[in-house]
């Protein structure tokens, strides 16, 4: 393992806060490992390393993209139980704080690293990712391929701690990019696609998360696995005209409103990233409460898709 010689100016980096608004470093949702190191010690550029700790110990302690910030998905206070519902955007101020902590200002250009194994893991880029969209902070990319990728280039490790001055950030929602029950009954009655992004099996009602009361899904739903959406074997991401043919395939026009879910947020991020990311359909909202909330209440329904 090679360990980088950037790692004491990335951390001083990441210490600035303050001064003017800084310059988005891309407006590219996904950027590649050559990227990313053209970028290393910029003092806007903030890496945040969301992968979580395993049976075989802590990935980041073994080596992560040199000044990248420890910031697991499933420990890091990125999601929190809401009135019942597991895995939803914490509040507001909550979130922000938790965000400021990790050294991300409004001034900082958020890139999000996960391992890139699977479409599911990489789901915890991508709600990290819409976590900032929906919070209003548009400077913010995954690294394709993850640390898979970076990896594979030839990228650096470090094993240096790196440990962020806190900073100030600040958010508003952008309800256009979040959708609630109401609107996704509303969505029913006003013909809205909605498009379940978890397995086959579970939008087929033949199996079903722990987290969700019964088997099924939205009636009306369209299935769009998230899986379809991610190369495991070449760890990169669907691209434009792969997910334009996708939508295509569910009958969704590439300006068309709608609405994905899954079970609580995790694979229909996977799913929103694609379609109002990748593809550019920008009136593409996420359930955030998605199967969980949903189904909750025995009086709304829940049928097999087909």
Same mark, same amino acid.
């Given at each position: 393992?090679?360990?980088?010689?950037?790692?004491?100016?990335?951390?001083?980096?990441?210490?600035?806060?303050?001064?003017?608004?800084?310059?988005?470093?891309?407006?590219?949702?996904?950027?590649?490992?050559?990227?990313?190191?053209?970028?290393?010690? /910029?003092?806007?550029?903030?890496?945040?390393?969301?992968?979580?700790?395993?049976?075989? $110990?802590?990935?980041?302690?073994?080596?992560?993209?040199?000044?990248?910030?420890?910031?697991?998905?499933?420990?890091?206070?990125?999601?929190?139980?809401?009135?019942?519902?597991?895995?939803?955007?914490?509040?507001?101020?909550?979130?922000?704080?938790?965000?400021?902590?990790?050294?991300?200002?409004?001034?900082?250009?958020?890139?999000?690293?996960?391992?890139?194994?699977?479409?599911?893991?990489?789901?915890?880029?991508?709600?990290?990712?819409?976590?900032?969209?929906?919070?209003?902070?548009?400077?913010?990319?995954?690294?394709?391929?993850?640390?898979?990728?970076?990896?594979?280039? $030839?990228?650096?490790?470090?094993?240096?701690?790196?440990?962020?001055?806190?900073?100030?950030?600040?958010?508003?929602?952008?309800?256009?990019?979040?959708?609630?029950?109401?609107?996704?009954?509303?969505?029913?009655?006003?013909?809205?696609?909605?498009?379940?992004?978890?397995?086959?099996?579970?939008?087929?009602?033949?199996?079903?998360?722990?987290?969700?009361?019964?088997?099924?899904?939205?009636?009306?739903?369209?299935?769009?696995?998230?899986?379809?959406?991610? /190369?495991?074997?070449?760890?990169?991401?669907?691209?434009?005209?792969?997910?334009?043919?996708?939508?295509?395939?569910?009958?969704?026009?590439? /300006?068309?409103?709608?609405?994905?879910?899954?079970?609580?947020?995790?694979?229909?991020?996977?799913?929103?990233?694609?379609?109002?990311?990748?593809?550019?359909?920008?009136?593409?909202?996420?359930?955030?409460?998605?199967?969980?909330?949903?189904?909750?209440?025995?009086?709304?329904?829940?049928?097999?898709?087909?």
């Amino acid at each position: 393992m090679r360990f980088s010689l950037f790692a004491a100016v990335i951390a001083a980096g990441l210490a600035f806060v303050g001064g003017a608004q800084a310059e988005r470093l891309t407006d590219q949702p996904l950027v590649d490992a050559a990227w990313l190191k053209s970028k290393l010690g /910029d003092k806007s550029l903030v890496v945040l390393d969301v992968r979580d700790a395993t049976k075989e $110990g802590n990935p980041y302690e073994k080596g992560h993209v040199p000044g990248a910030i420890n910031a697991p998905y499933a420990t890091g206070g990125w999601r929190a139980e809401v009135n019942g519902v597991p895995g939803m955007l914490p509040p507001v101020d909550q979130i922000t704080k938790t965000i400021g902590g990790f050294g991300v200002s409004n001034d900082s250009h958020v890139v999000i690293v996960p391992q890139g194994t699977d479409s599911s893991e990489f789901g915890a880029a991508t709600r990290i990712y819409w976590t900032f969209k929906v919070l209003g902070h548009d400077a913010v990319s995954i690294l394709d391929g993850g640390e898979r990728a970076w990896e594979a280039a $030839g990228g650096e490790l470090s094993t240096e701690v790196v440990k962020p001055a806190a900073a100030t950030f600040t958010g508003e929602l952008k309800k256009e990019l979040l959708a609630t029950t109401a609107d996704v009954e509303k969505a029913r009655t006003d013909g809205i696609k909605l498009i379940d992004g978890r397995p086959a099996a579970q939008f087929k009602g033949e199996a079903k998360s722990p987290v969700v009361r019964v088997a099924g899904t939205i009636p009306g739903a369209a299935n769009l696995e998230n899986s379809k959406l991610y /190369d495991t074997d070449k760890a990169s991401f669907a691209s434009k005209e792969a997910v334009a043919n996708l939508s295509k395939n569910l009958g969704l026009k590439s /300006d068309e409103e709608n609405i994905a879910f899954c079970n609580t947020g995790h694979w229909a991020s996977v799913v929103w990233f694609g379609l109002s990311e990748i593809e550019g359909n920008k009136n593409t909202k996420m359930y955030d409460g998605s199967m969980a909330e949903w189904a909750a209440d025995p009086a709304r329904p829940v049928e097999p898709g087909t």
